[in-house]
C-alpha cells in the first residue's frame, strides 16, 4: 500500500444522515469505516431539511414507500435516546404531533379523501372541530373549517440529528475525511478459471489519494448517479436528481406554535427557541442552490393561510436544499448484483430524515450479515435496469 492510500473494512461516500448513521451502525458492529464527504459533514439536505417525521400527513395510499417510512418512525424514540447517550447531543424529538388543516371546500375534499382512507386501515387520524384545532393551536387562521392530527407524526431538529449522528460515529471510531472529493469507484474483476468473473468493489479514488475497501457505500445524495468507475463497468443507472428546495425561518415569541401545522399547501414546524420553520417549493433548477423572491414570497403567501401573522414575524434565516429523488421518487436500497461489496443508500427525496433509523439498519444488516430483514424489493437498485429492458420508462 502506497503512502496516500488508506485501508478500511467499509468507506462510505457522503456524509450526510444517510452516510453518517449507517457509518455509526457498521463501526458498532465493529468495522473500521471511512466516511469521505466533499464538503463539510451534514452540510446538503441534511441541513436543509425541516426534520419532520410525518408519513401519513404526506400520504396518499398504503404503499411500500409508507409501510417502510411508518416502521422507521415507530424506531425514532428509541433512536433518538440511543444517540443522545452516544454523543451527549438531544436531537429535540417532539412528540405533540402535527395538525392538517382544511381552510377550503377543496381542501375538505382532501382531508375527507385522507381520513377516510387512513382511519378505514386503522392509523391513528383524529379529527377536530374548527375550536377544538383552535384550542391546540390559537394562533391558526380563525378561518379554519376543522382539521385533521396525527397523534404519531412527530419531529427531530434535523441539523442536532446531524452533530449527533457525527459525534456518535466519531466515539465509535468512524474516520471522517472532510472536503475530500470521491473521484471515481475502483473495481476489479475477479479471475474465475482464468476467466473473468464476477467483479468486486476494492476502493475509491479521492481528491486525495485512494481509500482502499471491499465495502463501498454510496450515499452521495443528489450526486449520487455522478459518480464513475475506472474499470469497464458500468453502474446500474440509479437516475438519482435534485430537487431544489426552499425554507424561511422566522422568530416566533411566546406563544408559540406547538404542533407541526400543515395545510395542502405549506406546512410551519415550530422549534424550540422561539422560532418556527415553513416550507417549501419543489423545483428542477440542476445542482445550483440559491432562494430566490419569488420562492420565499410563495412560502410566505402559503404560510400566512396558516398562521396570519407569520408576515409580520421577523425573518432570521433562509436557505436551500436539494432533495435526491430517483425517477419514480422511492429510495434506492441494496446491494449492486453485478459488483460484489457495492451498496446504494440514496433517493430518499422528501423523507430522508424519516427514513434514516430504518435505512442505517437496513444497510448495516445487508453489510455485516449478507442480508436484511427491511423489505426491500421495492427499492431495488436494480429496478431501473429492469424496467429499461422491459421497455417501460421508470
Ligand atoms: C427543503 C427540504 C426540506 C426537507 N424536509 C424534510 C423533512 O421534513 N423530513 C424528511 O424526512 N426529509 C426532509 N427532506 C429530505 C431530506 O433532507 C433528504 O432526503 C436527506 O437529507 C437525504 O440525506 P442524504 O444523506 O442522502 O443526502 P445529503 O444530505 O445531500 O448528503 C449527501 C452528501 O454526499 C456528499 N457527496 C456527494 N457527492 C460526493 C462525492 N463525489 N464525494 C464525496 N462526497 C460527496 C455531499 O456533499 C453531501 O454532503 C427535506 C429536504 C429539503 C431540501
Known amino acids: 500500500m502506497s503512502d496516500n492510500q488508506k485501508q478500511f473494512d467499509a468507506a462510505i461516500v457522503g456524509g450526510g444522515v444517510i452516510g453518517c448513521a449507517i457509518a455509526w451502525r457498521l463501526a458498532q ?8 464527504e466533499r464538503g463539510d459533514i451534514g452540510r446538503e439536505a441534511s441541513f436543509a431539511a425541516g426534520g419532520m417525521l410525518v408519513p401519513l400527513a404526506e400520504a396518499d395510499e398504503a404503499d411500500d414507500l409508507f ?18 447517550q452516544a454523543s451527549g447531543i438531544n436531537v429535540e424529538y417532539r412528540t405533540e404531533g402535527t395538525l392538517y388543516l382544511s381552510l377550503t371546500e377543496h381542501d375538505d375534499e382532501e382531508l375527507e379523501r385522507r381520513w377516510q382512507w387512513q382511519h378505514a386501515a386503522g392509523l391513528n387520524v383524529k379529527r377536530l372541530n374548527a375550536d377544538c384545532a383552535r384550542k391546540l393551536e390559537p394562533q391558526i387562521n380563525p378561518q379554519l373549517r376543522w382539521a385533521l392530527k396525527f397523534p404519531d407524526d412527530h419531529q427531530i431538529n434535523n441539523r442536532l ?91 416566533m415569541p411566546s406563544p408559540a406554535v406547538n404542533h407541526t401545522i ?14 418556527v420553520i415553513a416550507g417549501s417549493t419543489s423545483d428542477k433548477f440542476g445542482f445550483e442552490k440559491r432562494v430566490t423572491a419569488g420562492g420565499m414570497a410563495s412560502i410566505i403567501e402559503r404560510a400566512k393561510e396558516i398562521l396570519p401573522g407569520f408576515a409580520d414575524l421577523a425573518v ?66 436494480q429496478r431501473f435496469a429492469r424496467l429499461q429492458a422491459d421497455g417501460s420508462k421508470p
Open 67 to 84: 409501510h417502510m417510512c411508518v416502521a422507521s418512525r415507530a424506531m425514532y424514540a428509541d433512536f433518538a435516546h440511543e444517540l443522545q
Open 262 to 275: 400543515y395545510s395542502c399547501r405549506a406546512y410551519v414546524v415550530p422549534r424550540l427557541g422561539g422560532f
Open 316 to 381: 432570521t434565516e433562509t436557505w436551500s436544499g436539494l432533495r435526491p429523488r430517483a425517477a419514480d421518487g422511492l429510495p434506492v436500497i441494496g446491494a449492486d448484483d453485478s459488483v460484489a461489496g457495492l451498496v446504494y443508500a440514496t433517493g430518499h427525496y422528501r423523507n430522508g430524515i424519516l427514513l434514516t433509523p430504518i435505512t442505517a439498519q437496513a444497510v448495516s444488516e445487508i453489510v455485516l450479515k449478507g442480508e436484511s430483514g427491511v423489505q426491500l424489493s421495492a427499492f431495488s437498485p
Open 29 to 36: 458492529g465493529g468495522m473500521r469505516v471511512a466516511v469521505i
Open 161 to 251: 440529528l446531524i452533530a449527533a449522528l457525527h459525534t456518535a460515529a466519531r466515539n465509535a471510531g468512524v474516520e471522517f475525511q472532510t472536503q475530500t472529493e470521491v473521484e471515481s469507484l475502483l473495481i476489479e474483476s475477479l479471475l474465475i478459471e482464468s476467466r473473468a468473473g464476477r467483479k468486486q468493489i476494492v476502493g475509491v479514488r479521492t481528491s486525495r489519494g485512494e481509500v482502499i475497501s471491499k465495502t463501498v457505500i454510496v450515499a452521495a445524495g443528489s450526486w449520487s448517479s455522478l459518480l464513475k468507475t475506472e474499470a469497464e463497468t458500468s453502474l446500474p443507472n440509479l437516475n438519482v436528481a435534485p430537487v431544489h428546495g426552499q425554507m424561511i425561518a422566522v422568530e
